[in-house]
């Protein structure tokens, strides 16, 4: 893996990000997140959630529904 693509695996999404580029609602995303099947990263901190997704697992969930 090279440079350039270790920091584009690690680059994060915020969920509006994820559902304008998925091309749904905020709450879908919620709901794909909920269900497992999109993971995410919580950079949160004092007990409060802050969701983020890596730019792989959001290429990973996309492949797995195109059948790559």
Known sequence: MTAASVAE????HT?????????TSVDTVYRLIHDGAIRTVDI???GRSRFRVRADHLQEFIDARTGR
């Open 44 to 46: 949160g901190r004092d």
């Open 15 to 23: 969920i509006p990000s994820v559902a304008d580029h998925l091309g």
């Open 9 to 12: 695996a690690v680059r994060l």
